[in-house]
């Protein structure tokens, strides 16, 4: 399969590219680096990222800016950031990415265990994570020539560890990726796929 990766080069991404590369072929999307550059924040540079690469089997979004902070301290900016870049910039993926996907296709866009499992300062975080799951849901019941499914990673060991974190309840991203490869190669649809469940 031709799979385009955005966030390619993240902690995630890096290691959903080194998964799926001895049998598939591998379009690196990043911010500034990769194949191709995207923001996915902003819809034009989208569009201009499928018409540059052309049509493809599978789309993988691991990339979605927002910030952590407590309820408090979060201002219209933290929210616009969540909103316009971590949901609709997944969301505009499908959207844009349909026309771009082969028939029985997919698209895996990446929620977090927040979403239903939230912490205090994860307020924006986690209601753009809900709100990507309900998506998936509601767009699987129309979309019939492709599938979309969301990834949901708990606290990734090395994240965790480069933040000064216990990283011992943590999944380490080359096992994060085992979800994201169920989801390119399986036949969910609509599903939201915890990774603990792929560990």
């Known amino acids: 399969m031709k799979v385009l990766i955005i966030g390619a080069s993240g902690t995630i991404g890096s290691n ?10 591998i379009i690196r999307a990043n911010y ?7 923001d996915i924040g902003n819809p034009e540079s989208i569009s201009a990222m499928f018409t540059k690469i052309g049509n493809v089997d599978a789309v993988i979004s691991t990339a979605g800016l927002a910030n952590f902070a407590p309820l408090d301290a979060l201002q219209d900016s933290d929210y616009q950031l ?3 870049n971590k949901l609709m910039g997944q969301v505009n993926l499908v959207r844009i990415g349909k026309a ?9 866009l990446t929620s977090g265990i927040l979403s239903r499992q939230p912490m205090p300062g994860s307020t924006a975080i986690s209601m753009a ?10 767009a699987a019941l129309e979309t019939e ?3 979309v499914n969301i990834v949901a990673p708990a606290f990734v060991k090395e994240t965790m560890e480069m933040m000064g974190m216990d990283s011992a309840y943590g999944v380490s991203a080359k096992d994060t990726a085992k979800a994201y490869v169920a989801a390119v190669t399986g036949s969910d649809h609509g599903k939201t796929l915890d990774v603990p469940d792929y560990v």
């Open 16 to 25: 959903v590219a080194d998964a799926l590369s001895s049998e598939h072929e």
């Open 32 to 38: 500034n680096s990769g194949d191709v550059q995207v």
């Open 82 to 84: 969540a909103l316009n």
């Open 100 to 108: 771009f996907i082969n028939q029985e296709g997919s698209i895996t």
């Open 129 to 138: 994570n809900g709100a990507l799951e309900s998506f998936a849901k509601a």
């Open 145 to 147: 020539n492709f599938r």
